[in-house]
């Protein structure tokens, strides 16, 4: 092994393990890695940014733009007003709310379909009594399983299309992923839609008392002078009120001590987490009271929103949220991702997927989420008259017919983008700005990193030394594995890199085996979209662990048999269609 290669290998592990454990922003590493392999000669300096030109990163950035007026076109509202009149089982509403956000995710990005199905399913939620439960994690992995069937269902698509046009001159058709992935698509949600209903089943509640969310929430709260939480040692806080205290501050200062002899007295302030629900018969009895009064406040309301990757709220502290502090916004409870939590209640650390409960202002907090890019989970008033709802989907549909007739992606797209900005739908200028630019940017820098995979000759190692293990010079052999090590890769890195990383390694596959690179190449794509085992491996699974109030284990639980069922039946038709 040469000098390029180990250096290469050992530098893709540690930005594998960087992004895995989400500790640096992706954005960071990713730039982070360009810049280290261009000081190991990897690649020369003109070859640096070519990924930031490349089409599978412009293609991106238009569809993100569209997305974006999709989202204030709101069309399914008056759909999901229907499918609510209609009273239909639960499966039917897990099922057909996961079926629209997969065929939103046909044309679109997985983030962009989940969150703009994810008002409707909320709505329903609340509607129909049905647990978020039973319906956030649905609609995430429906998401997902929507990208495999078209090319610009996700980056991992283009991005093998675009290594499939370099190797052989000529690359995927904008349905060739529907021959795999339609089938596996509509088994997922299916199985999930049935699998759900049996792992959260409803609670033992009568309809009108269900909570809309059964999810813990940290806040602080002060104790009044008739709470019944007087005189209660704090070990004894969970089995008595069903909170777990976490510090109790008098007198401005934490009042230090082992719990079983810390005591509560009037006027302390206590750090708790528990059930909202829990927190809101507190209040109701006036066991607990808000830590701070906020005052009269003209059309006074409570929004719950979640922290979305792109939010600049990422790593910041609850004190330090000025943009919601200068407008008379205050932060009264957050629902977190962190297992631990330190300090005081304005010291927490705000992560993607977290979920904030604003108080104050309605018009306010509007602005606020978003300046600060943050998803509210209600769904907003329509802003356009519902005439003008249907316009930008026509022109999208447009776009994407002329991307299936054969036009380059990124050439359709971008008049979509012209289109929607001369009848004023788009403000490009605004929306550039509100994009997911750590995603782009992770993207662009990771394709001359992928590139190095192929022309360092790393690919044809790592190829050989898996020959050792698998006879991968059969074909279906072969393609099992690369199903398998992309499957194995994306619950911890984002599908992007995996198929960055992998693309070269199927191609030297194709090469040594003398078949196709066709079916290899596919395999790659499913793999790194079948991402059901974690919440971290996509942040469709990180925003649906916070809204869903979802613990790790849920995800194993509930991915592991569609994992298992979506890898037998991928490579079966990947087999039967490709080879």
């Given at each position: 092994?040469?000098?390029?290669?180990?250096?290469?290998?050992?530098?893709?592990?540690?930005?594998?393990?960087?992004?895995?454990?989400?500790?640096?922003?992706?954005?960071?590493?990713?730039?982070?890695?360009?810049?280290?392999?261009?000081?190991?000669?990897?690649?020369?300096?003109?070859?640096?940014?070519?990924?930031?030109?490349?089409?599978?990163?412009?293609?991106?950035?238009e569809i993100l733009l569209i997305v974006q007026v999709l989202a204030r076109a709101r069309l399914f509202d008056s759909l999901a007003a229907r499918f609510a009149a209609a009273r239909p089982s639960g499966f039917k509403v897990i099922s057909g709310t996961s079926a629209l956000a997969g065929f939103m995710?046909?044309?679109?990005?997985?983030?962009?379909?989940?969150?703009?199905?994810?008002?409707?399913?909320?709505?329903?939620?609340?509607?129909?009594?049905?647990?978020?439960?039973?319906?956030?994690?649905?609609?995430s992995f429906a998401a997902l399983l929507g990208g495999l069937v078209s090319l610009i269902g996700t980056p991992a698509n283009l991005l093998v299309s675009d290594a499939l046009a370099k190797a052989t001159g000529t690359g995927f058709h904008f349905f060739d992923?529907?021959?795999?992935?339609?089938?596996?698509?509509?088994?997922?949600?299916?199985?999930?839609?049935?699998?759900?209903?049996?792992?959260?089943?409803?609670?033992?509640?009568?309809?009108?008392?269900?909570?809309?969310?059964?999810?813990?929430?940290?806040?602080?709260?002060?104790?009044?002078?008739?709470?019944?939480?007087i005189g209660v040692r704090l070990t004894d806080c969970p089995a008595r009120f069903a909170i777990k205290p976490y510090a109790l501050i008098r007198d401005d200062n934490f009042a230090f001590g082992p719990l079983d002899q810390l005591v509560i007295e009037p006027g302390d302030v206590l750090l708790a987490e528990g059930a909202d629900?829990?927190?809101?018969?507190?209040?109701?009895?006036?066991?607990?009271?808000?830590?701070?009064?906020?005052?009269?406040?003209?059309?006074?309301?409570r929004i719950e929103a979640v922290v979305m990757p792109e939010s600049t709220l990422v790593g910041s502290r609850v004190r330090s949220l000025e943009v919601f502090h200068s407008r008379g916004v205050a932060v009264t409870a957050l629902s977190m991702r962190a297992p631990r939590i330190e300090g005081r209640f304005l010291d927490l650390q705000l992560s993607i997927g977290d979920i904030l409960t604003l108080e104050g202002p309605r018009i306010a907090i509007g602005e606020a989420l978003e300046e600060s890019e943050c998803l509210p989970l209600a769904s907003t008033a329509q802003s356009e008259p519902a005439l003008l709802s249907w316009r930008p989907f026509a022109l999208f549909a447009c776009g994407v017919a002329a991307s299936a007739a054969g036009l380059r992606p990124d050439v359709a797209f971008a008049g979509?983008?012209?289109?929607?900005?001369?009848?004023?739908?788009?403000?490009?200028?605004?929306?550039?700005?509100?994009?997911?630019?750590?995603?782009?940017?992770?993207?662009?820098?990771?394709?001359?990193?992928?590139?190095?995979?192929?022309?360092?000759?790393?690919?044809?190692?790592?190829?050989?030394?898996?020959?050792?293990?698998?006879?991968?010079?059969?074909?279906?052999?072969?393609?099992?594995?690369?199903?398998?090590?992309?499957?194995?890769?994306?619950?911890?890195?984002?599908?992007?890199?995996?198929?960055?990383?992998?693309?070269?390694?199927?191609?030297?596959?194709?090469?040594?085996?003398?078949?196709?690179?066709?079916?290899?190449?596919?395999?790659?794509?499913?793999?790194?979209?079948?991402?059901?085992?974690?919440?971290?491996?996509?942040?469709?699974?990180?925003?649906?662990?916070?809204?869903?109030?979802?613990?790790?284990?849920?995800?194993?639980?509930?991915?592991?048999?569609?994992?298992?069922?979506?890898?037998?039946?991928?490579?079966?038709?990947?087999?039967?269609?490709?080879?």
């Open positions: 092994m040469s000098f390029e290669q180990a250096s290469l290998l050992i530098l893709l592990l540690a930005m594998l393990i960087l992004f895995s454990l989400d500790r640096i922003r992706i954005e960071v590493v990713s730039i982070a890695g360009l810049l280290g392999g261009y000081a190991l000669g990897l690649y020369p300096a003109e070859q640096i940014f070519t990924g930031f030109a490349s089409p599978v990163v412009i293609t991106v950035v995710s046909i044309f679109m990005n997985n983030i962009g379909a989940f969150a703009i199905t994810l008002p409707v399913a909320l709505r329903l939620c609340t509607v129909l009594a049905i647990p978020r439960r039973q319906l956030v994690m649905p609609v992923f529907a021959y795999v992935g339609l089938p596996v698509a509509i088994a997922g949600i299916l199985l999930i839609a049935f699998r759900v209903q049996h792992l959260f089943p409803e609670p033992d509640e009568t309809p009108a008392t269900i909570s809309p969310a059964a999810r813990r929430i940290v806040v602080e709260r002060r104790i009044p002078d008739v709470s019944p939480l629900a829990t927190f809101a018969d507190l209040a109701a009895t006036r066991a607990l009271m808000a830590a701070h009064a906020l005052g009269l406040q003209p059309d006074f309301t979509v983008v012209l289109v929607l900005a001369l009848l004023n739908h788009l403000n490009i200028r605004q929306a550039m700005a509100d994009l997911n630019w750590p995603i782009i940017i992770m993207l662009a820098a990771m394709i001359p990193i992928g590139q190095a995979v192929a022309s360092t000759g790393a690919a044809e190692t790592i190829a050989g030394w898996l020959s050792l293990i698998v006879p991968i010079t059969h074909p279906l052999i072969g393609i099992a594995l690369i199903l398998f090590l992309a499957m194995a890769l994306t619950p911890f890195v984002n599908n992007a890199t995996v198929a960055i990383v992998l693309t070269p390694i199927a191609l030297e596959f194709a090469r040594a085996g003398r078949h196709a690179p066709d079916a290899y190449l596919i395999a790659v794509a499913a793999g790194a979209s079948l991402d059901f085992l974690t919440p971290f491996g996509h942040h469709n699974n990180t925003l649906a662990m916070g809204i869903g109030g979802y613990r790790f284990s849920d995800f194993l639980r509930a991915g592991w048999p569609l994992a298992v069922a979506s890898y037998g039946l991928a490579l079966l038709l990947t087999g039967l269609f490709w080879l």
